[in-house]
């Protein structure tokens, strides 16, 4: 225990340094749901000095997911042919005309819990169509991939896929390249990263000067991955590092990579909040085409708008923390959730609706 | 969504395996990590284990788990 608290003690002095030497407020970017909970839950927020501010960044593939994919999603789900088999984060996410959760009435939408489950259900419903909202990031994007390639080695052609994957490392390019950005450096996600290594990040530092730290979801590894950035801001170097070493590796899995790669390929996409990013969204190859879903119905999918008043987008990119919004806890609540920031668990406006947010000195 | 659950693989043929966290089994995959023998704790996210984890690491990671699945019981789960 004690040795814990000396690691505690030896990262925050290295914030405090940090912000004395800087002389002017840190940001540091989460892109991560998972650490935006644990930071959270944890109240980590409340032990950092004053002047370093960590921002929630499109770190939750539910709320990055642009509001066009999710109004193909409802528009597929009024059909009689269709069967929607989907993650249960995507269920409540409204968009035009309800949420999957209001069409599940009609019973044709079913919550899975892997992508083999949505394989199966079309293997149980020959005569419907069942349609996967594949959304996720690399984490996820080869679990999509394994069954796609098993339904074409198994001809089953009643399956198909909505790809909403998306790619890490274009969305932290993207923010970097806007103008408005405040963004200091990156705390990496643990768990895409177990699939596409910390290596990955290589090119953030590189291109941008901006230390990259992969770090798992315990509050001290949290807190020493904050430590270690900011003793690289201190000492004016950008570095890439991993704090997660039981889990990430350099490379990453290569045979989730490889099968990510024989699958699909990387197109320009948008996001909620960040627009469209080159190569940021996984489009399945030729090969597989008929899988497609986009192409099975021949839609074409067009950037959908935010709920009016919703700022996810803003929230998203680091621009305003949640209360900033003027739905915050009146119309918008877990119960009700107006934006998908607030529908998703991971999302910044659901941690915050209910961990709250007061640093020790307000 | 992109948490990953630690969990020991209880059964294992071919990939096919069974997982158990916490007293929870459920089926999942190891195609994607060839190394994953019987008996070895690995991370389990959308049904496939991804990567081999330590004891320590599993035991904090559920901890999480128990936490957002509790905040989730009037919501939805979290998938994978
Ligand atoms: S509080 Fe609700 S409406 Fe406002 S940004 Fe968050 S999800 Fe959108």
């Given at each position: 225990?004690?040795?814990?608290?000396?690691?505690?003690?030896?990262?925050?002095?290295?914030?405090?340094a940090?912000?004395e030497?800087?002389?002017?407020?840190?940001n540091?970017?989460?892109?991560?749901?998972?650490h935006?909970?644990?930071?959270?839950r944890?109240?980590?927020?409340?032990?950092?000095?004053?002047?370093?501010?960590?921002?929630t960044g499109?770190?939750?593939?539910?709320?990055?997911?642009?509001?066009?994919?999710?109004?193909?999603?409802?528009?597929?789900?009024?059909?009689?042919?269709c069967?929607?088999?989907?993650?249960?984060?995507?269920?409540?996410?409204?968009?035009?005309?309800?949420?999957?959760?209001?069409?599940?009435t009609?019973?044709?939408?079913?919550v899975?819990?892997s992508?083999?489950?949505?394989?199966?259900?079309?293997k149980?419903?020959?005569?419907?169509?069942v349609?996967?909202?594949?959304?996720?990031?690399?984490?996820?994007?080869?679990?999509?991939?394994?069954?796609?390639?098993?339904?074409?080695?198994?001809?089953?052609?009643?399956?198909c896929?909505l790809?909403?994957?998306?790619?890490?490392v274009?969305?932290?390019?993207?923010?970097?390249?806007?103008?408005?950005?405040?963004?200091?450096?990156?705390?990496?996600?643990?768990?895409?990263?177990?699939?596409?290594?910390?290596?990955?990040?290589?090119e953030i530092?590189?291109d941008?000067?901006?230390?990259?730290?992969?770090?798992?979801?315990?509050?001290?590894?949290?807190?020493e991955?904050?430590?270690?950035?900011?003793?690289?801001?201190?000492?004016g170097k950008?570095?890439?590092?991993?704090?997660y070493?039981?889990?990430?590796?350099e490379?990453?899995?290569?045979?989730?990579?490889?099968?990510?790669?024989?699958?699909?390929?990387?197109?320009?996409?948008?996001?909620?909040?960040?627009?469209?990013?080159?190569?940021?969204?996984?489009?399945?190859?030729?090969?597989?085409?008929?899988?497609?879903?986009?192409?099975?119905?021949n839609?074409?999918e067009?950037?959908?708008?935010?709920t009016?008043?919703?700022r996810?987008?803003?929230?998203?990119?680091?621009l305003?923390?949640?209360?900033?919004?003027?739905?915050?806890?009146?119309?918008?609540?877990?119960?009700?959730?107006?934006?998908?920031?607030?529908?998703?668990?991971?999302?910044?406006c659901?941690?915050?609706?209910?961990?709250?947010?007061?640093?020790?000195?307000? | 969504?992109?948490?990953?659950?630690?969990?020991?693989?209880?059964?294992?043929?071919g990939?096919?395996?069974?997982?158990?966290a916490?007293?929870?089994?459920?089926?999942?995959?190891?195609?994607?990590?060839?190394?994953?023998?019987?008996g070895?704790?690995v991370?389990i996210h959308a049904?496939?284990?991804?990567?081999?984890?330590?004891?320590?690491?599993a035991?904090?990671?559920?901890?999480?788990i128990a936490?957002?699945n509790?905040?989730n019981?009037?919501?939805?789960?979290?998938?994978?």
């Amino acid at each position: 225990m004690d040795f814990m608290l000396d690691r505690i003690h030896k990262a925050q002095t290295l914030c405090n340094a940090a912000c004395e030497k800087m002389g002017r407020q840190i940001n540091i970017m989460e892109v991560c749901g998972t650490h935006t909970v644990s930071i959270f839950r944890n109240g980590i927020r409340s032990t950092l000095p004053r002047k370093l501010k960590l921002l929630t960044g499109p770190g939750c593939p539910v709320c990055v997911t642009d509001q066009g994919y999710i109004d193909t999603v409802l528009q597929l789900a009024d059909r009689d042919d269709c069967l929607i088999a989907t993650y249960g984060d995507m269920v409540r996410v409204p968009g035009r005309g309800g949420s999957l959760e209001t069409k599940r009435t009609k019973a044709n939408v079913k919550v899975v819990l892997s992508s083999e489950d949505a394989l199966q259900l079309a293997k149980d419903n020959p005569n419907k169509i069942v349609v996967f909202v594949a959304v996720g990031f690399e984490t996820t994007a080869p679990a999509t991939a394994v069954v796609v390639k098993e339904a074409a080695a198994g001809s089953i052609n009643n399956f198909c896929i909505l790809s909403g994957h998306k790619l890490v490392v274009p969305a932290m390019r993207a923010l970097l390249s806007g103008k408005n950005h405040n963004i200091d450096a990156f705390l990496c996600p643990g768990h895409v990263s177990v699939i596409i290594g910390y290596g990955a990040f290589a090119e953030i530092v590189e291109d941008f000067g901006r230390p990259c730290v992969v770090a798992g979801f315990e509050p001290l590894q949290i807190i020493e991955g904050l430590g270690e950035i900011c003793q690289q801001l201190s000492a004016g170097k950008a570095e890439l590092k991993s704090v997660y070493p039981a889990v990430v590796t350099e490379q990453g899995n290569t045979s989730a990579q490889k099968i990510i790669a024989e699958c699909f390929e990387p197109v320009d996409g948008y996001w909620r909040g960040l627009g469209k990013i080159e190569k940021s969204t996984l489009k399945l190859k030729d090969k597989y085409s008929r899988f497609d879903g986009l192409k099975r119905f021949n839609i074409t999918e067009t950037p959908g708008e935010d709920t009016s008043g919703c700022r996810c987008g803003e929230v998203l990119c680091g621009l305003i923390e949640p209360p900033e919004c003027g739905l915050f806890g009146k119309s918008c609540t877990p119960q009700t959730p107006v934006g998908p920031c607030m529908v998703s668990s991971e999302g910044a406006c659901a941690a915050w609706f209910k961990y709250g947010q007061k640093r020790k000195d307000e | 969504m992109c948490l990953a659950i630690p969990a020991r693989i209880v059964e294992l043929e071919g990939d096919k395996a069974v997982v158990d966290a916490m007293g929870n089994r459920w089926k999942a995959r190891t195609t994607l990590l060839a190394e994953a023998k019987l008996g070895d704790l690995v991370l389990i996210h959308a049904g496939f284990a991804i990567s081999l984890v330590d004891e320590e690491e599993a035991k904090e990671t559920w901890q999480l788990i128990a936490e957002i699945n509790d905040f989730n019981q009037t919501q939805n789960r979290v998938s994978g």
